[in-house]
Structure formats: C-alpha cells, structure tokens
C-alpha cells in the first residue's frame, strides 16, 4: 500500500480551492465575472 | 496496444475513463441540484414533509446511488470509478467553506473541539478494538476498524492500513462499512437531533464527533442549519488532524507485536505524512476572511463553489457504494462496527452536550 498516495491529493485540493479563491478575486466569478449559482 | 495498456485499460486506469466519470459525477451533481431546486419551494411534498427539510445532500447521495445501479446494471462501474473523487471534492469544499469562517468562531469551537477529539478517539478506538477481540476478529482488522470508527472513517482507515501493514481486504471492507453506516446516518441525525430538540452548535458537534465519515458530517449539517454545517466541519476537521499521531502509535505498537519481515518501521515523520494537508488551507482561508482579504461568505461565488464541491462528494459517496465485501469478510465484524457506531453515537451526544453547553458555549453564534 503506497503510504503517500492521499498527501498528493490533499495538497491538490488546496491548491484547487486557492486557484478558486483567486478567481474570485480577480473577478473572474463572481458578480462582474462568471455567475455561479447554486 | 501493450499488454501493460491493456491491462490499464480494463482496471479503468486510461485517462479518458477518468474523464468519463468526472463527467458522470457532474451530470449526476447536476440532476441532483435541479432536484433540489424542484422541491425545495414545496411547501407540503409529502406526508407533511417541507420541502425545504429535504436538502443538497439527501439528492446527491440518491442521485449517485441512481447511478451507481445503471453503471453496474451495464458493467462499466469499474472502470469509470477512478473519476469518482469524493475526497478531493469534498476537501476543496472545505478550504473554500474556512473562506466564510471567521477566525473568532474557529478560535471559540476548536478548545472544546480538542478536547472533544481526545476523549473520542480514545474511548471509541479502544472500545471497538476491546470488542473486536471479543468477537476474535484479526489483530490488523481490529486497528483498521477501530482507527477508522473512533478518527475519521475511509482516510483513517488507509492511515491505519499502512501502519499496522493490514491486508488490502480490511482496508476494501472497513471503507465499506463505513459508507454504507454514515449515509444513512447522515439523513437520519439531523431527524433525531430535531427530534431531541438540539441546538445547532450541539448537534453540529454531535455529528462532528460521531458520524465516521468526514463527507457524512457535511451533509448532515448542511440538512441541520448554516450554524451546525460551521460546527460539524470544525469539530470533525479537529479530529481529521489527529490522525497522524494516532498512525504513528499504531506504527509503533504493532512494530513490537510484529514479527519476521513484514514488521513496521515507526518515524515520527508519519506524523507529518499523514496529516490532512487541507486543514492548513481551511485555517488560512479562514485568516484571509478574518483580515476581510476574500469573502466566502453567504451569497458569495465561493460559497456557491463551496455547495458544488460538497454536492460533486455527496455524488461519488452513492457512487462508491458497494456490499459485495460483505460476503468475503462474514457477519462478526458488521456486528462489531454496528454495536461500535451504537458506543459512539451515544458517547459524542454526551460529551458534545457537556462541552458545548457547560464548558465551551458557543451561544453566541
């Protein structure tokens, strides 16, 4: 069983969830962007 | 093709089948998200039941269960599976969720989180383990079973696994059990907290503390209320980092039980390689929304985001669902994990109450 094989995932989630968060930022989503609805 | 690609092929392991279930699992998110918006303005859907009271969750985890039946019924459920990433879903729903969650609310909840984590963990890993070897399951099961009840379910599990060296067996029958206990539990809790009459913060902590599945403590505080989805996350995310520490017990008892060439190495270095990564993005979008730096808070593109990565894990949680390991395995550790669930279940409603009405308030949420 490869003992690493969850970390690559976990710090792919992070940086996932940052890019997004980034987007956000930059307006890309949001009201002036992209309209994400849920 | 090579015999190597041929056999990637059939596991499921070409990139295009990974991208088929990815597909899938948006199709089924999508569906279950139309659902949602169908019934949530009924005010009577049946037997009295609001609409309202039926929320994300439940059509997530129908709508993969759904799929899940038709993939098998077809017999292509194997080699789309690898697109099922319920784990990393749900992870960049939590890092995009500590991006609506102010620091002092994170600050207040995490004392009694701690302490709520160390008596559980403690009392339901060595009440489960107790009680598996009542039954005479196997040593290496025992830790698996126990780790992954009394820590954080599917992930614990494979962190147990690798410490103790359990057969691939446990680990495929354990991560079974427990999906197959915590989605029931994840509708049902919410129901018997309203029942009981619980707060928010309480039952968030409840589910927090006792449903083994990180994805399954989500749900059943999103059905809950904004306020136990917050608490839920926290207390279960407390425990979610404390699985390093117990791996690298279980590493070191069982290097002393072992014998012969399969014997564990124990590091402390298992420490760091089996703590959850995501939990240092959590606190560091939750730093960034305290310093008012992003705004993942209600209404926002990322809380939106937020409900779409929760709604894509809901998916591939009744995507994953299998029994078949069930018959290898025989009916001894099912008990065990059931009476085990029933300890926790009690356990966690008791010390949640506690903590969070006598010690740790958290009314001013």
């Known amino acids: 069983m490869k003992s690493r094989g969850n970390i690559s995932e976990d710090w792919l989630s992070v940086i996932i969830a940052f890019g997004i968060i980034l987007l956000a930022i930059l307006g890309i989503f949001g009201e002036k962007g992209l309209k994400i609805i849920f | ?153 599917v992930s614990a599990a494979i962190a147990a696994a690798g410490s103790v060296l359990a057969k691939k067996e446990h680990v495929t029958f354990v991560t079974t059990l427990v999906i197959v206990v915590a989605l029931p539990m994840m509708l049902l809790m919410p129901i018997v907290a309203n029942w009981i009459g619980l707060p928010e913060t309480i039952a968030g902590a409840w589910f927090g503390g ?48 072992s014998s012969g060439k399969r014997k564990t190495k124990p590091s402390v270095r298992i420490i760091w390689e089996r703590f959850p990564k995501f939990v240092l993005g959590f606190v560091a979008a939750s730093i960034l929304f305290s310093l008012n730096l992003i705004d993942g808070g209600k209404g926002t593109a990322i809380e939106a985001i937020k409900n779409w990565a929760f709604l894509l894990a809901f998916v591939c949680m009744g995507l994953e669902l299998s029994i078949s390991e069930f018959k290898q395995m025989g009916w001894k550790p099912v008990v065990v994990f059931l009476i085990s669930t029933v300890f926790n279940t009690l356990l966690a409603l008791g010390i949640a109450t506690i903590l969070f009405t006598y010690l740790f308030p958290l009314s001013n949420l």
């Open chain 2, 210 to 257: 006792n449903i083994d599945t990180t994805a399954a403590v989500v749900g059943a505080g999103t059905i809950y209320g904004e306020t136990a989805q917050k608490v839920a996350t926290i207390v279960k995310t407390t425990q979610n980092a404390l699985i390093g520490v117990v791996a690298f017990i279980l590493a070191v008892v069982f290097s002393f039980k």
């Open chain 2, 1 to 153: 093709m090579t015999s190597e690609k041929k056999t990637n092929s059939a596991q499921g392991n070409h990139w295009l089948y990974h991208l088929i279930g990815l597909v899938i699992v948006a199709l089924l998110s999508w569906l279950a998200w139309w659902i949602t918006k169908q019934v949530y303005s009924s005010k009577d859907l049946f037997l009295g039941i609001p609409g309202k009271a039926l929320e994300y969750p439940l059509w997530g985890a129908l709508a993969g269960l759904l799929g899940n039946l038709l993939l098998k019924l077809t017999g292509v459920h194997h080699k789309v599976r690898a697109g099922f990433r319920t784990e990393l879903f749900l992870k960049v729903g939590l890092v995009l969720m500590g991006a609506g969650i102010n620091l002092a609310l994170l600050g207040s909840a995490a004392a009694g989180s701690i302490i709520q984590a160390l008596v559980m963990i403690t009392s339901v890993f060595f009440f489960t383990y107790w009680l598996a070897g009542k039954f005479g399951l196997d040593d290496k099961l025992r830790a698996v079973m126990s780790t992954a009840l009394s820590v954080c379910g």
